[in-house]
């Protein structure tokens, strides 16, 4: 089966900038979810959706962080404007309804704020 | 609040010898328990789990976990490492049942010499 679809795998911008991202998971993978890894860190939940609604948004800085999944398949994360500090991999990962099969991951963004 | 712990930021091996990482969690129940690994510039990919059953569970690439409650402990093993076993590795806990969430530990980073 395919994996877990991300673009753009690198990406550089100016601070005060906006940028998105892009995942598709697999199909029939009805939970998404969006991670951000800082250098160092382990990733940390961003949001995550049940088909196309949000579950769990605790830590997404909502002020700059947006997400979407509207038809319940392919989701959009946009950070507007852009700080220093959002310079991290941004992961996206599926899984089936349940987690006990862990999730898939793919590849990444590399997102790099000057 | 779950969280997890991995007390190791760095661990060096030599090729041919074993290997343990060490994982505590923090949770009331019986969690899911997973390891990852993250090669450079990769995304995550799953070793192996547990969420039931035998408390020693085997996962790919030779790797291994035994999940010991009395100790809150979940760590990996394998008996000899290859060299291209190099990379993060990452415990995480998961919350059984409704939602689950996912909380991923700090990474432990394995370096393996000749």
């Known amino acids: 089966e395919a994996g877990v679809a991300q673009s753009p795998r690198y990406k550089i911008i100016e601070k005060r900038q906006s940028v998105a991202f892009w995942c598709n998971p697999i199909s029939g993978h009805a939970t998404l979810y969006w991670y951000q890894q800082i250098l160092g860190q382990g990733p940390k939940l961003l949001i995550q959706f049940q088909n196309n609604g949000v579950v769990d948004d605790s830590q997404l800085p909502k002020d700059r962080f947006s997400a979407e999944r509207l038809k319940g398949v392919d989701s959009t994360l946009k950070i507007q404007p852009a700080k220093l500090e959002d310079s991290a991999v941004y992961l996206c990962?599926?899984?089936?309804?349940?987690?006990?099969?862990?999730?898939?991951f793919g590849s990444g963004t590399r997102l790099t704020v000057v | 609040a779950q969280s997890v712990t991995q007390p190791d930021i760095h661990i060096t091996v030599s090729e041919g010898a074993s290997l343990e990482l060490r994982c505590n969690y923090s949770?009331?129940?019986?969690?899911?328990l997973f390891w990852y690994v993250q090669s450079p510039g990769q995304g995550l990919q799953l070793l192996l789990k547990?969420?039931?059953?035998?408390?020693l569970v085997q996962g790919i690439k030779g790797f291994e976990a035994e999940f010991k409650r009395s100790q809150s402990s979940f760590n990996l093993r394998k008996p000899s490492v290859h060299w291209s076993d190099a990379a993060e590795y990452f415990c995480?806990?998961?919350?059984?049942?409704?939602?689950?969430?996912?909380?991923f530990g700090t990474g432990t980073k394995l370096q393996v010499i000749p």
């Open positions: 995480a806990v998961g919350s059984p049942g409704g939602y689950q969430k996912v909380t």
């Open positions: 949770y009331g129940a019986t969690p899911y």
């Open positions: 990962a599926s899984s089936l309804v349940t987690t006990e099969y862990g999730y898939t």
């Open positions: 547990y969420f039931s059953g035998d408390t």
